[in-house]
Nanobody
Framework: QVQLAESGGGLVQPGGSLRLSCVGSGTLFRINTMGWYRQAPGLQRELVAAIGSGGSTNYADSVKGRFTISRDNAKNTVHLQMNSLQPEDTAVYYC?????????????????WGQGTQVTVSS
């Protein structure tokens, strides 16, 4: 099994910054893509940013130029630096990862989600 644990959410004023972190644990063999999604009340979960194992990135248009995703492959971690936060960024942010993990002596594919961390942008 693969577990993802997020940290770094909280309350921040408009224009402020937060840094989210997510660490993967378990019988990992390889993590391919790591990413951050968010879900605001009454809305569908949406992709915020994703990063491949080689460092290629993908961002939602709404966060380009404000958010930066990075990862440390050796530590199975992914970070999301969020700057110039706005009230519309308020949501629960979820870490996501996919890759391969050991099940006994077999390698199987996995997709895992973290529990989510609340980000609230308000004055």
């Amino acid at each position: 099994q693969v577990q993802l644990a997020e940290s770094g959410g909280g309350l921040v004023q408009p224009g402020g910054s937060l840094r989210l972190s997510c660490v993967g644990s378990g019988t990992l063999f390889r993590i391919n893509t790591m990413g951050w999604y968010r879900q605001a009340p009454g809305l569908q979960r949406e992709l915020v940013a994703a990063i491949g194992s080689g460092g290629s990135t993908n961002y939602a248009d709404s966060v380009k130029g404000r958010f930066t995703i990075s990862r440390d492959n050796a530590k199975n971690t992914v970070h999301l630096q969020m700057n110039s936060l706005q009230p519309e960024d308020t949501a629960v942010y979820y870490c996501n990862a996919d890759g391969s993990t050991w099940q006994g002596f077999r390698l199987i594919e996995f997709t895992s989600w973290g529990q989510g961390t609340q980000v609230t942008v308000s004055s």
